[in-house]
C-alpha cells in the first residue's frame, strides 16, 4: 500500500506544478500584452533629460524628467525595440545622493542651481542663475547690536559673508529694513 500512497503524491505534486506554471506563463502574457507601445513608425530616443518620441526624424513628443518630490526623480527611459509593436518607454523613480536635491527634473548639489551671489544697495544674494531672476536666498546689511553693523558681501565660492563693522555713531535700520552707520576710523 504505501508504494501507491507515494506515487499519488507524486502525481498530485506534478500536476499542481503544471497548473501554477501555466498561471505564470498566463501572467507573463498578459503583462506583455498590456504593456504600453507605439504605433509603427515612431521611436522612442533618449535625451539628456528625459525621451523624444519621433515620427520619421520628426519630434513628435517630449517626456522630461521631472521631480517626485525633493529627493526623487521620476527619469524617463525608452525600452529595447518591440519589432512591429514599436517601442515602449516607461519612468524610473530614481533617488538622489544624500547631498543632493532634486530640481527641475534633475539630481543637483545646492551649490550647482544657487551658486550665483550678486551684490546691491546693502544687500547680497544667492541666485539660481547669473542674471538673479530668481533668487533663492538674500541677506541684508543688519544692526548686530547699536553699535556693530553686519555688512554683508559675496565671498569666496559665491557664498554670503558678514564682516562686523564697529559703528561710530548708533547703528540703524532704514525703513527698507537695511542697517547702516558711519565707521568707526581707526
Known sequence: MPP????????ITNTRLAIATLALVGAAALAFAAMPSLPEGYVCEPTQGGIEIQEDNRRAYIADNYCINKRTV????????MGDEGEVFHSVPT????????????CLVPIEYGSHCSEEAGTAKICADEDCDHVIQSLFDHCIDSETLGMVYCGEEDLIQVT??????????????IGSCTPRVL
Open 164 to 177: 562686523e563693522v564697529i559703528c561710530s555713531d548708533n547703528c540703524v535700520l532704514g525703513d527698507n529694513n
Open 95 to 106: 533617488l538622489c545622493n544624500v547631498s543632493e536635491l532634486c530640481v527641475e527634473g534633475r
Open 74 to 81: 521620476a527619469e524617463f527611459v525608452c525600452n529595447e525595440d
Open 4 to 11: 501507491q500512497t507515494q506515487s499519488k503524491t507524486v502525481s
